[in-house]
């Protein structure tokens, strides 16, 4: 890992209507290379979090670095650096085939025909979705579809892939091919930053994990060694842990 944090949160508040809703001074940094996972139940900031982190909103306090550069000056500098699949991304489709979807982002930068042909082939791949590529997207299975919102962020061609609740309302395949994609966006190179309640599903593949209460950051650690204080924030305690055992990868 690189000595100067990729992106550094400093005091950040976001405030949504004067009434103290949103994130309270939050401050950590990420590194190159790792895998966060964020957890922390529902409204307690996640999302809020995750749409500073591409600028998308701007804090009311306190500043975001990316590059050492603050997203109040340099909003599309975060942007191109911090790619963020929203959560319900599925919902957003716009093209007729496969391929043409993923090619929206990248054509809209301006790119020249075959650096986006070899960035939607390249995002196809990493999400498994090379043999679907003349499909419409209103043909695809959920978990199908998820990975093609994906893949349209990965075309970008982002630093770190931002992923929110990235398994909500999946079946067991559709979540088990969405973990092996992961796995492999993190393994070339992607730093990878993950929300979600269902921690088990990604717990062995995080670097580390922070924890959010009411907009607050309340733990910042390896995964394991906040297990066991995890259901004193709301977030579940993974069933093999619980028996005390070692959890092992959702996959195998
Ligand atoms: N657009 C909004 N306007 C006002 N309050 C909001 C808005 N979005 C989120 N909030 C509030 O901010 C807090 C954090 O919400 P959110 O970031 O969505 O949490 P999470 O993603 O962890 O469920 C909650 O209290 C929520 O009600
Ligand atoms: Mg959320």
Redesign the pocket.
């Known amino acids: 890992m690189s000595a100067r944090p990729l992106i550094e949160v400093n005091q950040l508040c976001h405030d949504?209507?004067g009434t103290g809703?949103?994130?309270q001074k939050i401050s950590f940094q990420i590194f190159k290379g790792e895998f966060l996972l964020v957890a922390?139940?529902?409204?307690?900031?996640?999302?809020?979090?995750f749409r500073h982190l591409n600028a998308l909103l701007m804090p009311t306090k306190g500043d975001l670095l990316v590059h050492a550069r603050s997203i109040r000056q340099d909003p599309l500098a975060a942007r191109k650096t911090v790619g963020l699949v929203f959560?319900d991304a599925d919902t957003q489709i716009v093209g007729e085939t496969v391929a043409d979807d993923i090619a929206f982002g990248p054509e809209n930068l301006g790119l020249a025909r075959d650096i986006v042909r070899e960035r939607v082939n390249l995002a196809l791949d990493s999400l498994g979705l090379t043999r679907l590529r003349e499909r419409n997207p209103s043909s695809l299975s959920g978990g199908e579809k998820r990975r093609l919102a994906i893949a349209g962020v990965v075309a970008m061609d982002p630093e770190v892939i931002v992923l929110?609740?990235p398994f909500s309302n999946l079946d067991h395949p559709g979540t088990l091919d969405l973990i092996a994609c992961i796995e492999k966006l993190h393994r070339t190179g992607r730093t990878i930053v993950l929300?979600t309640h269902e921690i088990e599903k990604v717990i062995t593949l995080a670097t580390r994990m922070i924890i959010?209460e009411q907009?607050r950051l309340v733990a910042d650690d390896h995964p394991r060694a906040l297990l066991k204080h995890l259901e004193r924030f709301g977030v579940r305690e993974p069933c093999a842990s619980r028996f005390g055992m070692e959890v092992q990868p959702w996959a195998s």
């Open positions: 949504y209507d809703s949103g994130i922390g139940k529902n409204g307690s900031g996640k999302s809020t979090l959560q929110d609740e929300a959010l907009g």
